[in-house]
């Protein structure tokens, strides 16, 4: 049996158990769950937080046009990405434990 990889951020929380990527939303206008297979993943992208500004992790999802045109690359189009979570620097690590547990099996 597989670990469970999660990490919980300001806006959701990413769970992988080595063939799926769930993230898990709550909170009013939220749409719960959304899973993703491990093979329509095409790549994963990070942004590290700072002492001031929180940094976010990026899911590249095959089939899919990200909400900002050549993809997410500010800390506000991740707001608003439904494949996008938000972390402060304090979990940061837990996030890099994520995009790497994705990444080795990708």
Do not use: C, W, Y
């Not at 769950?33 to 001031?52: D, E, F, N, Y």
């Amino acid at each position: 049996m597989t670990d469970t990889t999660t990490a919980k951020g300001v806006n959701g929380t990413v769970s992988f158990d080595g063939q799926l990527v769930t993230i898990t939303r709550k909170g009013i206008g939220n749409k719960g769950a959304k899973t993703i297979p491990l093979r329509s993943i095409g790549g994963v992208q990070i942004r590290p937080a700072t002492m001031l500004v929180n940094g976010f992790l990026a899911l590249s999802v095959s089939g899919e046009v990200g909400r900002s045109s050549g993809g997410v690359g500010r800390l506000q189009d991740a707001a608003n990405d439904e494949n996008a979570v938000i972390f402060t620097k304090k979990q940061t690590a837990e996030f890099e434990a994520f995009r790497d547990a994705v990444l080795a099996q990708l």
